[in-house]
C-alpha cells in the first residue's frame, strides 16, 4: 500500500533524471515507497537541498515531510531498488540489493555533478529478504549526525538531506518509533554491483556498468584501452585515499563488507561506525564483528581484499587473454599498500604539523602512537593538544615529556627543520586535528532523548559539528563533544541498526 498524494501545483523538486534505469533490468526493480501514515519533518539540510535545486521556500513542515517519506512524487521520478551481490565478513552473497532503500531519482547540482536521492527505510522490496523494510529512530538519527560530521570533517561521503518519522511503528528486539532518512551520494555503485554481474556471468552487463562507472566517475579514462583496468586503478586510488582519512581521524567503519565499498569512494553505510575514544589498534565497535575483522588496524587490509575482489570481478574485461588479465589485474591490486601508505603518512604528517617528507617521519609516528596506547591517551584530544605544545606541554601531554629524549622533544626538534613559523604550524595542525567528534557516549545520549520526544540534544548536536575545528566552546554542546567519556559513559558497541 501506498500514501502517493498529488504534488503541489509550483513543483518544489529539482528536475528528477534517472540514468541508473537505462542500465540493464537485472541491476535493478522498480519499486513504489511505502510512505508514511503521518510523517512529521525532523530536520532538513536547508543548505544543502538548495544546492540540489529543491525549492521548499513557503512549505510547511508537513508539506516537507510528505515530500521526504515519498507520500509526494517528482515529475520523472521512477523509484527502483539496486540489485547487488557482495562479500559479508569475507562470506559471497550472491542475492542483497536494497532491501530498505529506494532510489528516488538523480539530481544536478549548481556545478552539474550528478547525485543520487534515495529513501531509507521507504519499505519491502524484492530484495528485503523477509525484512519489513522500515528504519527504526534510533539508526537514522545515528546515520544523520555521522554523515554530515563526516562532511563537515572533509571525509567524502554520503550525506543527510533530511530526516522524518513516519507515525509508523517497527518491530525490532521491540517496537519502536518508525523513521526515514534520505540519502545523497555521487552514486550508489558498489563492488558488490559489479559482483553481482561477475556472478551471473553476464559480460554484457558487466561492460556497461563499467562504462556508466566512468561517465559518472571517470570520464578521462573512457579512452582507455581497458576501461575495467582505469577502472580498477581509479577505485584503488579512491579507496586508499578514504580509508587512510579515516585512519587520521580514529574512526572506524565497523561493517566493511563489499557491498558498503563505494566506487565513487566515499563513506557509505553508518550503522556499527564510532570515533575511537582512547586509542587501541585493534579496537572493534561493531557487535557483530566477533572475529575483529574490521578493526581499525585491519581496515586499510580489508580494503585491499576489497579491491582483490573487485579485480576478479572485472577480469573478463580487462583483455580477452585471462592469464594477462590476471597478471595485470595483480600488478594493480598489489600496488594498494604503497598507495595507501603515501596517502597516509601524508595525513599523518600533517596532524604533526609536518611538510616535508624525512626518512624518520614514520618511526617518529610509530613512537607516538604506541605511546598513545600505552597509556590509553584518548586519540582525538591528544593530536588537539600538539597544537598547543609547539611551546609548552598541556597536561593531557606529559606522558610524552617524561624525560629528556622524550617523544615531545624529538617532534620539536623535527619541527626546527620545517620552512613555517610555529603560528602557521599551529593553523595547519588545527585544521586537521578536530577538536570535536561524534562522541559515541553523546551519540547513544542524543538518540536516548530523542527517543522520549526531545530532538534539541540531536539538532544542537549537528549545529556544533558543522565546524569540527573551531576551538571547542567551553559550555554546551560542543564543549561535551571535546571531552573523552567517563568511565561510566564508555560505549562499547555498535549495532548495525536493520
Known sequence: MTHAEPQTPH??????????????????????????????????????????GFHLDGLTNKDIAAIFSGNWRADGSKPLAMAYAGHQFGGFNPGLGDGRAMLLGEVLDSLGTRFDVQLKGSGQTPYSRQGDG??????????????????????????????????????REQILPGAMVTRVARSHLRVGTFEYAAFRTDRETLACLVDYALERHGPHTLNDESPALAL?????????????????????????????????????????????????????????????????????AVAHWNMAVLAQSLLP???????????????????????FQDAYMGRMRRKLGLTTNHDDDSALLRDLLSA??????????????????????????????????????????RLSQEPHSPTDTKALMHGVNPAIIPRNHRVEAMI???????????????????????????????????????????????YCGT
Open 11 to 52: 513543483s518544489p523538486f529539482p528536475s528528477f533524471q534517472l540514468s541508473y534505469g537505462s542500465l540493464p533490468p537485472t541491476l535493478f526493480t522498480q519499486v513504489e515507497p511505502y510512505g508514511a501514515s503521518a510523517p512529521e519533518l525532523i530536520r532538513l539540510n536547508t543548505s544543502f537541498a538548495q544546492k540540489l
Open 134 to 171: 522500515r528504519a527504526a529512530l534510533g539508526p537514522v538519527l545515528r546515520e544523520y549526525v555521522i554523515s554530515e560530521a563526516m562532511a563537515a570533517l572533509g571525509v567524502p561521503t554520503t550525506r543527510a538531506l533530511a530526516a522524518i518519522t513516519t507515525g509508523d511503528r517497527v518491530l
Open 372 to 413: 598513545m596506547a600505552e597509556e590509553s591517551a584518548d586519540f582525538t584530544t591528544t593530536f588537539r593538544a600538539l597544537g598547543e605544545a609547539l611551546s609548552q606541554t598541556p597536561e593531557t601531554l606529559t606522558f610524552l615529556a617524561r624525560a629528556d629524549d622524550g617523544w615531545l622533544n624529538r617532534w620539536r626538534k
Open 317 to 339: 574485461l580487462i583483455t580477452d587473454d585471462q592469464d594477462t588479465a590476471v597478471e595485470t589485474a595483480q600488478e594493480a591490486v598489489s600496488s594498494f599498500p604503497s598507495v
Open 448 to 494: 536516548a532523548s530523542a527517543m522520549e520526544g526531545d530532538f534539541k540534544p540531536f539538532h544542537a548536536m549537528i549545529n556544533e559539528l558543522a565546524k569540527p575545528y573551531d576551538d571547542a566552546p567551553l559550555t554546551g554542546e560542543g564543549a561535551q563533544l571535546a571531552k573523552p567519556p567517563t568511565s561510566g559513559e564508555i560505549v562499547h558497541a555498535t
Open 232 to 300: 580498477l586503478r581509479a577505485v584503488i586510488k579512491r579507496q586508499a585515499d578514504l580509508v587512510a582519512h579515516w585512519i587520521s581521524l580514529g574512526f572506524i567503519h565497523g561493517v566493511m563488507n563489499t557491498d558498503n565499498c563505494t566506487i565513487s569512494g566515499e563513506t557509505i553505510d553508518y550503522g556499527p561506525c564510532a570515533f575511537m575514544d582512547w586509542y587501541d589498534p585493534h579496537q572493534v565497535y561493531s557487535s557483530i564483528d566477533t572475529e575483529g575483522r574490521y578493526a581499525f588496524s585491519n581496515q586499510p
